[in-house]
């Protein structure tokens, strides 16, 4: 059983159009990410949620929209899709948004969004 | 802003140890040392974290200097699949992982 998975893992789509990326965990986490890698290959973490509330917000265009109906699950919705929205995203979990407990975060295997 | 530095890439030869510095210089004293690893096309993947102490787990050894401001990666019998970009970084509170640029590790045979 994959820990974190994420649909779809290959989207590609034209400009304008809204899309969802879904992330599921089963290692019973309270807190889930969102990472974006871009062309340049540097992962960047996007959004946090612990127990289905926002804990980080980057400085994220208002076009993406983190959902996350329970635990197990963080969706990212895209709105009106640009061409610098193509990159790798990754879904992510751990146990404790707390850094001084040694906590370790456990990635998907990324989803490829290219927009045309 | 990473504030970890790492050599852009190293070479091993497979089956002897692939040693990975990375310097820290300004860590605080509650941030932690992680190590990720990510092998092409795939998601992060955890390696070994430590605070002051060396850790050893069945993945690697970290070893840390004592004024916490340098560590080692240890993968002792480095083989083809360990081939991946290494990541150290510095825990920040709030679980807010940075990824710097990392090192590139080519195992060869």
Redesign the interface.
Known sequence: DTAVSQTPKYLVTQMGNDKSIKCEQNLGHDTMYWYKQDSKKFLKIMFSYNNKELIINETVPNRFSPKSPDKAHLNLHINSLELGDSAVYFCASSQLPDSSSGNTIYFGEGSWLTVV | DAKTTQPPSMDCAEGRAANLPCNHSTISG???VYWYR?IH??????II?G?KNNETNEMASLIITEDRKSSTLILPHATLRDTA?Y?CIR???????????GTILRVKS
């Open positions: 509650n941030e932690y990510q096309s795939q998601g992060p993947q955890y974290h605070l970009v990541y825990l920040k509170y709030g679980n807010k992982l940075v990824f710097g640029a």
